[in-house]
Structures are given as C-alpha cells and as structure tokens.
C-alpha cells in the first residue's frame, strides 16, 4: 500500500477520531431540573436572558424527543405534564409548543410566548440517557484512497425502536430497518474518495422517535501536490540568499516537506507544524542555480504518507556591477604639457578587478588592476590629442566567471595653452629719454628702442608691436623671450600709445597672449638748435667786442693832443700821464661796455 500511495498523483487519507459523550455545554438553552440524572427532569429554557419553565399546553413526545436530541440524552421515554417533577419558580417563557422533529433545539419549535399558566402546569422530560452508538469496523483509522471503510451504528435500548440513519456532515447518506433482534446496522463505504469526507453521525428514526447520536469525524484528506514558489528574485545576485516556500493543502499536519535540486545535489529537509515551510539559501553560488522541487510527507496512524512532486521552480545567480562613476581630479581646462588626472570609481562587493579608462574619439586606453573600489588614471604630459570626452568600466571575475560593468557617464577634458600677459618697455641708446609728469618723453632726433617681453613659458614665438597712432604691427621673433623694436630717429609721428602680443605655435596651433596695458611716449622738441644759436651768438659777440675796443682805442691814440682830461687849474700833464689817462681810458671804455656809455666833456679850447 505504501509504494502504491507514493505513485499515485492524488492520495486520499481517512482519519477516525472518537469523541466521547459530552456533558451539557456551559451556555445551553435548555436544562433538566429535579430529575435522577441529567436526562430527566423539569424542562427549563433561557430566552431573554432569563431562565423560566415550559406549561403543559400541547406538549407530547415529539416536544420531549427534540429536548432528549438537544441535551444528547438519546431518545425520549415519557414527557410528563403538570409539574411532575415540581413546580418551578420565576416565568414561564413558553407555551402551545409544537415540535415537528426536524428542530435541533426547543427554542426552534413553534411556541406561545405570553403563557397564560401558573407553575403548576410546568412540563417534564424522561430521556433514555444515551443515543445509538458509532464505531469503525475498519483494520486501520487510516486508509488510502479507493479503500474501503465500515462504519456500525448501534442502539443503546431496546425502547428505540425504528431505522438507524447514518449521516454525513447533517445530511442522511444512509439508513437501515431494524428488526426487534437487532440491535446495530452496518454502513459500508466503498472505493472512498474525496466524496467521502466530513463529519457522520447515527440516529434513530420512527413515527415518533428521532434521536443523534454523539459524532465520529471521518476526514478524506488529499495529499495533493504542493506548489512551490520563489519568496525572491528569479535573478539573485551572488552571494546573497534566496528563498523558496513549499506548501500544501492538507489537515494532516506536522509532516516534513523537503527540497530538491532537480540537476544538483542540493537538498534540504524541514518538519513543519503547518502546511508550508520556508527554504532559505544563505549564499548562493552559480552551483545553486538551475531548477527545485520539492514533497510533503506525514505519518497518520502509524502510515507513512508522501505527496507527489510539486511542479518546479528555478533562478539564476548573476553578479550585478552597478555604473561606474568618473569623475575628473582636475581641472576640465588643461594647460598644454601639464598632468591631468581621472579617477574611476564602483560600489561593489567585488573587488580586486580592473579598471578601463577609454578616450571615445581618440586611442588614448589606460587599464588598471585595483584592490579597491577605485582606480586613478593619469596623463603626465596633456596634447591636444587627449582632448574629448572619456568614459570607464570596471570588470571582475566571480567565482569562475566574468562580469563587465556599463560604461560610466563621460566626462570631457579640454587643453589650453594660457599665456602670461607679456611686459613692454622703453629705452633711448643715446640718452634722449627723460620722464616727465605724464611718463617718458623722448627727444625728437634721438633714437628710441620699444621692448617686449615675456616669462619663460614656450620656446620661440613672436611678439607684435602695436602702435594706435597707425593700422601698422611691428612683429619681431622672439629671442630669449624679448624683441626690441628700435627707432633710429624719434620724430612726432612716433608719439602715442605703444602695447605688446606675445604669439607662440604649440603643437600646430597659435595662442595669442592678452594684450599689454599701453605705453604712452611723449615725443618733444630738440634743444640742440636754440644752444647752437646760442653758441654763435657769443662767439659774434666775443670777436665784435674786441673789434669795437680796438676802434675805440685807435681813435683815442689819434687825438691824445687834443683833447685831455682837466686835472685842475695851472695844472700840466706830461706825456706819461696820457698813456695812463689811456690805460684809465681803456679801463673807462670796459665799465662802459658793461655799465653804458661815458660822457666825457670836450668842451675845452684847444689852447687850454
């Protein structure tokens, strides 16, 4: 039998449990008082919450039968009026009952409920105590579907006369005539199945009597086929866990389901007290994928029970990289010839891989092996060909497999060439500069040197002369970072404002530098012709004095005899004392040359 249920797609499992006869439930709706035993005695019911006696009125056996039904004291022997077990006290609550046996209860039968009648009229019942008994004929309380169960009913007193009915869940599914020999009835159930589940129970039936009997469950239960399903993810990342849950519909309880790698040898066994119970894979590895199965299996009344294979349910393990993130350690701007710096990052749990730095439009590549989450990337010396837009990707090997990540975001780096601003100064070889109060002024004729210079940033270049006063650029290559823009003569059209470019080629393209703030030369006027007139003004002058001193003297050498200078009455000169009047003359004739002319008197006689 047992390897016939293991094949079979749908076991059936019947289970017997004997209940015994129980005594009358705490909250009952009705009772007998004053009787030998609880199954006789003065009936009393609870309506409205309040417990009150039944009067005489109508009352016959079929009222007292629903009463012994109700209380599971079999059939009924007497139904006695006019309190022969007493006179209750308090109300009576019910009158004119009339029962028609199919009434599980009392208070269900058809009844007066303004009773005009005194205690004195209070009704009683006479149960037999017991009803027809209930037991399983079977070898085991346990069969297996297609089985056979028999089920035999007996009377517990020869007063019960009539059919003995065997029902299911309420409902009759069988009945037998007894003879006055008989005392019990076979009921046999054939080839059970599903159909054959619920909950049966014996009772009389007669003219006049009909009684239950206490209940015997029998259960069909299906060991059907458990499903299975996945509590996570049909993709599960590696080294996380997942989940399976196998369940079943059964009532036979606190089996052991088990799970089955239906290509692996992965297995795993779980008693459960319910009807499903939870797989869990700590770490899975790529050893864990593929499809699962799992069964149920119980033991009832001393039988072993398996369920078919559930259906199968299957996952795969894979590594997910998320994106990684690259981001600049630099600038975006370069400058030519300086480092620049990337770096590429990832958020994973999966070190120890490598690092790609890739250029999109160019063949600049660079890989790395990293032990951590990152890899930093450098260019030593930047050229106009590591310009563009870069991305990354990181890739790992996981067990015995690769797994490349997405492309990172781009980023994009640019090259600059910056030149310094250049320096622009002035210099006039032969001295003809000088600083006045609006800067430096040159002397018209002199020669002037402009001069423009640079720090040493790149070899070579050119620097540009602009001069605003003309549409004209001077341009001079670069020697040791200067040009000097020279100016044999400085003339007027030369003044104005003077500014420096300095202009380099760098890897076949031109930078420009900013252009100087401006220098402002001042040409003035010589002073060369105003001395030289000077000069020959006083050289005429040196020559025309001694000229007129020389004329000046002839002319008092030749008339010495006629003129003389009065000294005084009777007074005489001698010649000797004109040479020295000519001496004294000749000193009158320089005070007069510097001071004016001399008045000298002539208006002596010649005589005198």
Partial sequence: MGEMSMSMAVLALVSVISVSVPSAPVAAQIRLVNGKSRCSGRVEVYLSNQWGTVCDDGWDMSDAEVVCRELGCGCAINAPWSAFYGAGTGYILMDDVACSLTEQSLTQCSYNSNPDCKHEEDVGVACTATGPSISLISSY???????????????????????????????????????????SATFTLSNVDSSHQGSYTCAYSSSSTHSRSINITVVVGLLQKPSIFLETSKEVSWGRF?????????????????????????????????????????????????????????????????????????????VVLEQPILSLGTSKE????????????????????????????????????????????????????????????YKTRVSTREFTSPQSATVSLSVIVVLVQPNISLSAPDGGLFWGPQGPEV????????????EPQH??????????GSNRTRTQLAINHSASFYIPEADYSHQGNYSCVYEVTVSSRTFNSTQTAPLTVI??????????????????????????LYLVKKKHLGSANTYRFHNGPGESRDEGENIYIYGDLEEDMNVEELHGPTVIDNDYDEDD
Avoid at 343 to 348: A, N, V
Avoid at 443 to 454: A, N, P, V
């Fill in 141 to 183: 309380s346990t069969v297996s579907a297609g089985e056979t169960v028999q089920i035999r009913c007996s009377r517990s007193a020869s007063r019960c006369n009539g059919n003995l009915l065997l029902y299911r869940n309420g409902v009759n599914v069988n009945s037998k005539a007894l003879n006055s020999s008989q005392s």
């Fill in 334 to 393: 370069v400058s030519w010839g300086q480092s620049a710096q990337m770096r590429c990052s990832i958020s994973t749990q999966h070190l120890g891989g490598t690092f790609t730095l890739q250029q999109l439009s160019g063949s600049f590549k660079g890989t790395k092996i990293s032990t951590g989450a990152s890899a930093l990337f450098t260019i030593p010396q930047v050229d106009f060909i590591h310009e563009g837009a870069y991305n990354c990707q």
């Fill in 523 to 548: 040409v003035r006027a010589s002073l060369a012709p105003i001395i030289a007139s000077g000069v020959i003004s006083g050289l005429f002058l040196l020559l025309l004095i001694p000229a007129i």
């Fill in 242 to 318: 997942a989940q399976m849950r196998c369940s079943i519909s059964t009532q036979h309880l606190g089996g052991t389901f088990t799970l089955q790698q239906l290509s692996g040898s992965f297995t795993e066994t779980k008693i459960s007290t319910g009807t499903s119970a939870l797989f869990t894979i700590p770490q899975v590895d790529f050893i864990h994928e593929g499809d699962y199965y799992c069964r149920y299996q119980t033991r009832v009344s001393r039988r072993e029970f398996t369920s078919p294979q559930s259906a199968t349910v299957s996952f795969s393990v894979i």
């Fill in 459 to 468: 070899q070579g270049g050119s620097f540009h002369l602009i001069f605003d």
């Fill in 443 to 454: 002397t018209r004729g002199h020669s002037l040197s402009l001069i423009c210079s640079s």
